[in-house]
Structure formats: C-alpha cells, structure tokens
C-alpha cells in the first residue's frame, strides 16, 4: 500500500516558480515511477514528469521540458517538482503518485492502476 500527501502549491505571476512537494508513506519495497499529473478546468489529465526509482531516470512532458525538475529524496521518502519560467497554462490541480510503469504516469487510462494524493492547486496568473 502506497499513500502520498502533496503539498506547496500556491498562486504565483508568470515567470515565476513553485516547489512542490509530494510525502510518500508505504508498506513495501517495491520500486515505483513516481511521478506528477496535473489537471486543468476542463481538461484532461496529463502527465508532467516521473523519476524512476530504481535507477533515478527521469521522463517529462514536451511542454515543461527545461522548466520543470522532478526529484526525489530517498532518505525523507519525498518527492519534488521544481517548476520553474511558470505561464497561465500551468494553472491546474497537480497530482503525485506512484505507479508500476512509466506509462502509469503518461497514459490517463493507465491511472486507474496507480496510486495518487489528494492534489495541490497551482494558480499562474499573467
């Protein structure tokens, strides 16, 4: 069993950024992909970015590539999205979870298998 708790979001001016953070309480050893989605009004989800665990390789999405960072702290169990030259159309509900591929994270008929938190809201004005 896997939970995760995010946290961090927040409003913030275009160009701006936001770390936020995402607290993983598990019962097994188990190597995910963890990994962020997020939600606008209206919208599908999307996937963001993911970090294997086993190995620490990273995936991002083409429309945040070299802005936005995905990281982990091994140690606290938590994990991060640096977001960082932040425009309107990152405004949404951001989602952590932790999922058994990397298609988890990418492929909105694959979340039905994955676990995920609550969200964090991500306001950017401009």
């Known amino acids: 069993q896997v939970q995760l708790q995010e946290s961090g979001g927040g409003s913030v001016q275009a160009g701006g950024s936001l770390t936020l953070s995402c607290a993983v309480s598990?019962?097994?050893?188990?190597?995910?992909?963890l990994g962020w989605i997020r939600q606008a009004p209206g919208k599908e989800r999307e996937g963001v970015a993911s970090?294997?665990?086993?190995?620490?390789?990273?995936t991002y999405a083409d429309s945040v590539k070299g802005r936005f960072t995905i990281s982990r702290d091994s140690a606290k169990d938590t994990l991060y999205l640096q977001m960082n030259s932040l425009k309107p159309n990152d405004t949404a509900m951001y989602y952590c979870?932790?999922?058994?591929?990397?298609?988890?994270?990418?492929?909105?008929?694959?979340?039905?298998?994955?676990?995920w938190g609550q969200g964090t809201q991500v306001t950017v004005s401009s």
């Open positions: 979870g932790a999922s058994a591929v990397n298609a988890g994270i990418f492929v909105p008929s694959l979340y039905g298998n994955g676990h």
């Open positions: 598990r019962d097994t050893d188990i190597n995910y992909y």
């Open positions: 970090i294997d665990e086993f190995d620490g390789a990273t």
